[in-house]
C-alpha cells in the first residue's frame, strides 16, 4: 500500500527520497511525488500518476528540487482516483505546508465541509489533503507548527502515519502515527521517517519504531518523540539485523523468483534456534501445561496467504491435539461477535504484521480477556508489538506482492508450535513427536534438492499458461495447500482459478469441468490418496485436462490417470505441503511469466493491506 519517506538532513533531499520511495515500489502504488524545501526555492513539490520512473524523469532524478528537507510517498488509491492531483504530497491553501498521509481519515467529509465553509479550496478528492488543509487553517490562526499538529490530531479520526514539513521550518520534519507503522531512523547524514524500514536500511539500521498517539520531531541531528500529551520519551533502539542486498534482486529476474529458492534458507533460519538436541526449544513463547489445560477453544486468524497457513494448522494441530481448532478471516472475525474468553487462545498469522483487519482482530480478542500469539515476520511491526506473544518467522525481506518465503516459514512454525503443544500436553507419543521433528529438520535440504529437479514446471507452465480458468483440487492438507496454489495463480497471472476440496465437487463445481478444462490434481497427502484418485477419474471422465502433482511413492498410479505429473519428495504427512507448495508457487510464477505479468508488483495488490 501507500508508502513514506522524509529526510531532515545535510545533503540534497530528491535523492534520498527518489531512492527510498524505489525501495518501497514493491508495496504496491499508483502514482508518486515529492516536496522539498529550500531556504531560496521554499516549498517544491512534484507529483504524478504512475510508476516512479515518470516523477523521476519529470525531475531529472531529483536533480530539479533543492533542499535537504524532505518528504516523499507512493499512493495506493482509496479517496479519489489515482491521478496527479489526488498523489501526494498536499499541500495546505498558502502553499506553507506538505504533507503525506497513510491510512484513512474517517472523519474527513464533515472535516472539508467545515473548511470549505471557511471559504478553504481544495484540489483533490482525497481525505489526506484534508489534513493538510486542516493543519493550514489551524497554523494561520496559531503561528506554531506544533501547537497546529497538535490541533489537527486532535480532530482527526481514523489511521494515519504522517510526514509534515513547513516552508517556515527550515530543518524539522514532523511525523505523526495512528494505527498505520512509521519508523524513525538515525543516520550520520541525517534523519529519516519511512512506513517501512526497507526504504532507509540503505542508510541506517538504527531505527525506533514509533507507537500509536505519538509525533516526532527530527532535524539533521535529533530526533524527539513525544506522546499525545506531548510528554518527552525515552524510545528504545532496534538494529536491524538483515543486510540491504536481502531487499535487492541478486541476479534473479523477479523477487518472487529468488524469493522461491530463498526458502530453504529461510526455513533453516527458522527452524534452528528452536531445535537443540532432539527437542523443540521455543524460548520467546510462554505458556505452561495447566494454562494450556485450561483454554477451550482455540483460534487462528489471518488474511490472504496467511489465512491459508492456518487452514493447514487445522489439520495438522488437530490431529496432533486431539481438540478443535477453529480457523478464520480476520475480516470476518473481528464483526462476528467472536467467543473469546480468558479461556480462549487466538493465533495471528501475518507477514507484514501491519494488516488491517488482523490487528482489528487482535484487538478485539485482547479487549475480550483472549490470550494473543502472534506469528509475524517483520520484527516491530504493529502485531508483533501488541500480541501477549510472538514468535518471529524469520524470512527476511519479503519484497515480491505474492508471498512465498513467508508463507513457507509460517508453515514450519506452526507445525513447531502445533508438536510443542502436543508434546506438552502429552497428545503425541514420544515416536511421533521424533519422526515428525526429524521431518521438519530434514525440510531445508529436501527443498533444495526438490528446487533442483523442478525443470519441469516451467514446461508446464509454457502447455498450459493460455488456459482462461483453472482448478484445484485435493483432500485434507493437499485441499489446504491449493488454496494456497491457486491464490498464487490468480494474483499474478490474472488467470480466474479455484480451490475446491475434492469430495465437494460433485456437489456442483463439476458442472464447471467441460472439455479441455484445466484441474490441477493434489495428490500428496497418503492417508487419502486413493480418494483423492477416484476424484481425478471424475474429471478426467468429464473431459479435464489433468496436472498432477504427487509423491515418488504414488507416481505409477498417477501416471495412469493424469496427463501431466509432477513428483515432490515423500515426507512425513504433517509437513508434506512444505513440499508440495514450491511446485506450485514455480507454476504459477511461470504461468505469469508466460502471459507477460508485472509478476512482482501484480495489479491491484499492496504488499501489506493497511486498510479495511
Ligand atoms: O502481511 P499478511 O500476512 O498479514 O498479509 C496477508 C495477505 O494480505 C497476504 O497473504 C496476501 O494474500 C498475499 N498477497 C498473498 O500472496
Redesign the pocket.
Known amino acids: 500500500m501507500c508508502g513514506i519517506i522524509g529526510f531532515a538532513g545535510r545533503d540534497e533531499a530528491a535523492p534520498f527520497l527518489l531512492d527510498g520511495l524505489a525501495r518501497m515500489e514493491y508495496r504496491g502504488y499508483d502514482s508518486a511525488g515529492i516536496a522539498v524545501r529550500s531556504e531560496t526555492l521554499g516549498l517544491q513539490v512534484n507529483k504524478t500518476k504512475g510508476r516512479l520512473q515518470v516523477l523521476s524523469d519529470l525531475i531529472h532524478g531529483g536533480a530539479d528540487m533543492k533542499g535537504n528537507l524532505g518528504i516523499g510517498h507512493t499512493r495506493w488509491a482509496t479517496h479519489g482516483e489515482p491521478n496527479d492531483i489526488n498523489a501526494h504530497p498536499h499541500v495546505s491553501e498558502d502553499g506553507k505546508i506538505a504533507l503525506v498521509h497513510n491510512g484513512i481519515i474517517e472523519n474527513y467529509a464533515e472535516i472539508k465541509e467545515q473548511l470549505m465553509k471557511y471559504g478553504v479550496k481544495f484540489q483533490s478528492e482525497t481525505d489526506s489533503e484534508v489534513v493538510a488543509q486542516l493543519l493550514g487553517y489551524h497554523y494561520k490562526e496559531c503561528g506554531s507548527m506544533l501547537e497546529a499538529v497538535g490541533r489537527v490530531l486532535r480532530r482527526i479520526e481514523g489511521a494515519y502515519a504522517l510526514g509534515i514539513i513547513c516552508a517556515d521550518y527550515p530543518n524539522t520534519l514532523i511525523a505523526a502515527r495512528k494505527d498505520s507503522p512509521l519508523v524513525l531512523g538515525y543516520s550520520e547524514k541525517g534523519n529519516f521517517i519511512a512506513s517501512d524500514v526497507t526504504a532507509i536500511i540503505k542508510h541506517t539500521r538504527d531505527v525506533v519504531y514509533m507507537d500509536d498517539g505519538e509525533i516526532a520531531i527530527l532535524t539533521p541531528d535529533s530526533i524527539d518523540v513525544f506522546d499525545d500529551e506531548m510528554n518527552l520519551q525515552s524510545k528504545e533502539h532496534s538494529v536491524i539485523d538483515w543486510d540491504v542486498s536481502a531487499a535487492e534482486k541478486g541476479g534473479y529476474p523477479h523477487f518472487m523468483l529468488k524469493e522461491i529458492y530463498e526458502q530453504p534458507e529461510a526455513i533453516r533460519k527458522t527452524l534452528s534456534p528452536r531445535i537443540r538436541e532432539g527437542k523443540l526449544v521455543l524460548d520467546d513463547f510462554h505458556m505452561s501445561k495447566e494454562y494450556l489445560q485450561e483454554i477451550s477453544r482455540i483460534f487462528i486468524v489471518?488474511?490472504?496467504?496467511?489465512?491459508h497457513v492456518g487452514m493447514v494448522s487445522k489439520y495438522n494441530w488437530e490431529r496432533m491435539l486431539r481438540r478443535p481448532v477453529e480457523v478464520c478471516l480476520a475480516s470476518e472475525f473481528r464483526y462476528s461477535d467472536p467467543l473469546v474468553d480468558d479461556k480462549t487462545l487466538v493465533i495471528f498469522?501475518?507477514?507484514?504484521?501491519?494488516?488491517l483487519d488482523?490487528m482489528a482482530a487482535l484487538r478485539e480478542s485482547k479487549r475480550l480477556g483472549g490470550r494473543t500469539l502472534a506469528i509475524v515476520n517483520v520484527v516491530g511491526s504493529s502485531i508483533a508489538r501488541e500480541a501477549d506473544d510472538v514468535l518471529y518467522t524469520w524470512a527476511g525481506p519479503e519484497i515480491a506482492?505474492?508471498?512465498t518465503k513467508?508463507?513457507s516459514t509460517q508453515l514450519v512454525l506452526m507445525d513447531l508450535i502445533g508438536l510443542y503443544l502436543a508434546d506438552l500436553l502429552g497428545t503425541v507419543s514420544k515416536e511421533e513427536y521424533q519422526t515428525i521433528l526429524q521431518a521438519v529438520e530434514a525440510l531445508p535440504e529436501q527443498m533444495e534438492a526438490e528446487l533442483k529437479g523442478l525443470e519441469n514446471v516451467s514446461y508446464f507452465a509454457s502447455r498450459y499458461f493460455n488456459h482462461d480458468s483453472i482448478f484445484f483440487i485435493g483432500r485434507n492438507l493437499d485441499y489446504a495447500m491449493g488454496l494456497e496454489g491457486s491464490?498464487?495463480l490468480k494474483?499474478i497471472s490474472y488467470i480466474h482459478s479455484e480451490a475446491y476440496a475434492s469430495g465437494e465437487l460433485k456437489h456442483g463445481t463439476i458442472s464447471l469441468i467441460e472439455p479441455g478444462t484445466l484441474v490441477v490434481a493434489l495428490g500428496t497427502y497418503g492417508p487419502l490418496f486413493d480418494k483423492a484418485m477416484s476424484n481425478v477419474v471424475e474429471v478426467k471422465a468429464r473431459g479435464a485436462e489433468v496436472l498432477a502433482l504427487t509423491v515418488e511413492e504414488q507416481l505409477e498410479k498417477m501416471q495412469k490417470v493424469a496427463d501431466s505429473v509432477v513428483v515432490v519428495p515423500g515426507t512425513h504427512p504433517v509437513v508434506q505441503p512444505s513440499l508440495g507448495i514450491l511446485p506450485l508457487q514455480l507454476f504459477a510464477y511461470y504461468v505469469a511469466l508466460q502471459r507477460g505479468c508485472d509478476i512482482d508488483k501484480p495489479r491491484n495488490?499492496a504488499?501489506?493491506?493497511t486498510v479495511e
Do not use: N
Open positions: 489471518a488474511c490472504g496467504s496467511s489465512y498469522i501475518s507477514q507484514s504484521g501491519e494488516t488482523t506482492v505474492a508471498t513467508a508463507y491464490l498464487k494474483e495488490l504488499k501489506s493491506v
